[in-house]
T-cell receptor, first 111, second 113 residues
Framework: GQQLNQSPQSMFIQEGEDVSMNCTSSSIFNTWLWYKQDPGEGPVLLIALYKAGELTSNGRLTAQFGITRKDSFLNISASIPSDVGIYFCAGQTNSGYALNFGKGTSLLVTP | KAGVTQTPRYLIKTRGQQVTLSCSPISGHRSVSWYQQTPGQGLQFLFEYFSETQRNKGNFPGRFSGRQFSNSRSEMNVSTLELGDSALYLC????????????FGEGSRLTVL
């Protein structure tokens, strides 16, 4: 499947800081999803995006579906220690049912 | 509402053996997908089932197979295990046929010795 380019690969920040990560693809997607995975657990859905330009928030998290439909970003405001984990973007094309995942952004937050 | 349930959570096998993993989707979800997660390759799509039919398949060898039952529960099987099959196998379900949010289980951690 299509591999998404997710960056940064890892982030080490202090509590209270804002965080931004993004995903890009050479293919057009009709759905973008953002997941968080804690060690030993399955990914948990954070935000789903369905329209180009769409901006959606979930608490301190905000995600946007890029206008070109080839990118998406996730922002976390005022980070807290429980934000620690790996964040994955995932995209779905019109032609298939499978999700294509990025390699993940590992987030570490220090108190 | 119960989430996606996967069993077993952990298992250890030796090369050449086979393994069967089980997944119970969220009630009302008819689509079940399987993904393999490894540190090197990340999350890779194995296959998806909808109404007991395999609708889509990823780029994995024929040793990987699956099925779905009439109650939407699904199993995947890996035969002739290789060391490289060690991974976290994730099952996910969703409501609609082709799109929509995918909800993951906690995974089955397979170690092949």
């Amino acid at each position: 499947g299509q591999q998404l380019n997710q960056s940064p690969q890892s982030m080490f920040i202090q509590e209270g800081e804002d965080v931004s990560m993004n995903c890009t693809s050479s293919s057009i997607f009709n759905t973008w999803l953002w997941y968080k995975q804690d060690p030993g657990e399955g990914p948990v859905l954070l935000i789903a995006l369905y329209k180009a330009g769409e901006l959606t928030s979930n608490g301190r998290l905000t995600a946007q579906f890029g206008i070109t439909r080839k990118d998406s970003f996730l922002n976390i405001s005022a980070s807290i220690p429980s934000d620690v984990g790996i964040y994955f973007c995932a995209g779905q094309t019109n032609s298939g049912y499978a999700l294509n995942f990025g390699k993940g952004t590992s987030l570490l937050v220090t108190p | 509402k119960a989430g996606v349930t996967q069993t077993p959570r952990y298992l250890i096998k030796t090369r050449g053996q086979q393994v069967t993993l089980s997944c119970s989707p969220i009630s009302g979800h008819r689509s079940v997908s399987w993904y393999q997660q490894t540190p090197g390759q990340g999350l890779q799509f194995l296959f998806e089932y909808f109404s007991e039919t395999q609708r889509n398949k990823g780029n994995f060898p024929g040793r990987f197979s699956g099925r779905q039952f009439s109650n939407s529960r699904s199993e995947m099987n890996v035969s002739t295990l290789e060391l490289g099959d060690s991974a976290l196998y994730l099952c996910a379900s969703r409501t609609s046929g082709g799109s929509g949010e995918l909800f993951f289980g906690e995974g089955s951690r397979l170690t092949v010795l």
